[in-house]
Nanobody
Framework: QVQLTESGGGLVEPGGSLRLSCVAS????????MGWYRQAPGRQRELVAT???????NYADDVDGRFTISRYNAGKTVDLQMNNLKPEDTAVYYC??????????WGQGTQVTVSS
């Protein structure tokens, strides 16, 4: 069983920055792509960014150029650096990981609120 532990959410003013982090355990698990998704009130969960084991990245159009996803710690940690945050970025952000055997795992979610 894979566990994803997220941290780094919070309240920030428009134009500010936050960094989310997600650590996967146990250490011996062999993971494929990892990523971040978000869900705002009344909306479906949507992709924010993903990163493969070869560090190939993919971003949603509305975050491209503002957010950066990175992966390290033998591929078990994935961070999301969020700059120039906007009120419409307010959502619960979820870490996601997939295994090569077809299983998919989610973190518990971390709240990001962008407001003045």
């Amino acid at each position: 069983q894979v566990q994803l532990t997220e941290s780094g959410g919070g309240l920030v003013e428009p134009g500010g920055s936050l960094r989310l982090s997600c650590v996967a355990s146990p250490r011996h698990v062999n993971l494929g792509p990892m990523g971040w998704y978000r869900q705002a009130p009344g909306r479906q969960r949507e992709l924010v960014a993903t990163i493969t084991t070869t560090r190939r990245t993919n971003y949603a159009d509305d975050v491209d150029g503002r957010f950066t996803i990175s992966r390290y710690n033998a591929g078990k940690t994935v961070d999301l650096q969020m700059n120039n945050l906007k009120p419409e970025d307010t959502a619960v952000y979820y870490c996601n990981a997939r295994t090569y055997t077809g299983f998919e795992y989610w973190g518990q979610g971390t709240q990001v609120t962008v407001s003045s």
